[in-house]
């Protein structure tokens, strides 16, 4: 028998991380959240920047590793060539991100060994402008970038986090009616 599998715990978290992407924008307008600038930086933004970060990057390595286990324990009965036919439908023809340097496909399979092993994780913001009252302030776009090497090779992908929990969401929701657990 193996581990005991997680699936409402992991859509949980792939939902959550939806709607923290979804809400960050409107979040940092509305509580003025600006990077500012390298010597000017705002002390609410560092903490604010931090704490996002923790959660992120935390999030995203529970789910990688669950679902590395969970693909590994289904592999008794899917076949590979089956697990990666539902990858690539999952992922559909939008992505879930880009490799920056390296030459590899970004499935899910992949992007969870990217997590994972990954030496560099940062997310990236981008400004805006409100409209009344005028001010700038930023907020994360839903792009993570990681970086590592494997087998003494540099790579890095920028990874849509929106996309990558939605094609999480659907592979598991597929696994789980296609596996006798």
Not at 46 to 72: G, T, W
Not at 98 to 109: I, M, P
Not at 157 to 172: K, T
Request: net charge negative; with cysteine; hydrophobic share 35%.
């Amino acid at each position: 028998m193996s581990h005991s599998l997680d699936f409402v715990g992991l859509d949980k978290k792939l939902f959550f991380l939806r709607h923290v992407i979804a809400g960050n924008k409107e979040f940092s307008r509305r509580e003025h959240q600006y990077q500012g600038t390298k010597s000017d930086s705002h002390e609410d933004w560092d903490q604010y920047a931090e704490r996002l970060r923790y959660i992120v990057s935390n999030e995203l390595i529970e789910i990688a590793a669950k679902l590395r286990v969970i693909q590994d324990t289904a592999v008794s009965q899917l076949s590979p060539g089956d697990l990666r036919d539902l990858d690539a439908e999952c992922i559909g023809k939008n992505g879930i991100g880009t490799v920056l340097v390296g030459n590899f496909t970004l499935t899910l399979r992949e992007s969870c060994n990217k997590i994972i092993h990954a030496n560099t994780f940062e997310l990236i913001y981008q400004n805006a402008r409100s409209t009344v009252p005028r001010y700038m302030y930023t907020h994360w776009n839903g792009i993570c970038q990681l970086a590592g090497t494997y087998s003494k090779k540099q790579w890095k992908i920028a990874l849509d986090v929106y996309r990558w929990s939605d094609a999480m969401d659907y592979f598991l929701q597929e696994l789980s009616g296609n596996i006798d657990w």
